[in-house]
């Protein structure tokens, strides 16, 4: 069997589809934009939310969901992830619409020198232990980021997060998607990250 290498494309990615959510919100987009995105949320819809399943990708749809599923059915067209395509990345190039090269978030374990120590950064621990690898955020301490949820709070958006790593930390994707459908009922026009 031929195997087939795909690279990322930096011009419909992860990363631009970040920056279309930004532009839709008047935030300048760090990237280019997709045209496609932007065209769709250029309508005055209240509630956008940005559902990030980790590991759905195209391959995966189209090897393990119907075509007449709501997934395949609705899909408007494929983009790329990130290099590398680890949940760390992939995760950290949406929420800040910068590349890996850009943001350094490589993968869930990094080496930081100033503490010689690997740390799962999501985690904040020592790689393989329970160990808290410092009393700050190491990542976001030396590779920081702004989020796209921060950047359209501070131009005066509204954007949430309904994620098991924010506060109120829904542990389960029926208390995530609970959380989505409060957030929707509140006033305004906004941005609902979900992981």
């Avoid at 509630?47 to 759905?56: A, S």
């Avoid at 992939?90 to 800040?96: E, F, G, H, Q």
């Avoid at 393989?128 to 990542?139: D, K, L, M, Y």
């Avoid at 994707?173 to 929707?184: M, N, Q």
Wanted: charged share 20%; with cysteine; net charge neutral.
């Amino acid at each position: 069997m031929e195997k087939k290498v795909v690279f990322p494309d930096y011009n419909n990615s992860l990363v631009n589809l970040s920056s279309s959510i930004l532009k839709a919100f008047d935030v300048a987009p760090v990237e280019t934009t997709l045209d496609r995105v932007d065209e769709l949320l250029s309508k005055d819809y209240k509630n956008i939310v940005l559902l990030l399943l980790d590991g759905m990708g195209i391959s995966t749809m189209e090897k393990l969901l119907d075509k007449e599923g709501a997934f395949r059915s609705h899909l408007l067209f494929p983009y790329s992830s990130v290099f590398p395509a680890t949940t760390v990345a992939a995760t950290t190039s949406v929420l800040s619409a910068l590349s890996p090269l850009s943001h350094c978030w490589l993968g869930w374990d990094n080496y930081y020198p100033d503490l010689n120590e690997n740390v799962t950064v999501f985690l904040n621990r020592v790689q393989g232990t329970e160990r808290i690898a410092a009393s700050f955020r190491v990542a976001e301490h030396y590779t920081p980021y702004k989020s796209i949820i921060s950047l359209i709070n501070e131009n005066g958006g509204k954007a949430f997060y309904s994620s098991p790593f924010v506060t109120p930390y829904p542990r389960t994707l029926d208390a995530v998607l609970e959380r989505i459908g409060f957030l929707c009922k509140k006033e305004g026009r906004k941005l609902i990250y979900a992981y």
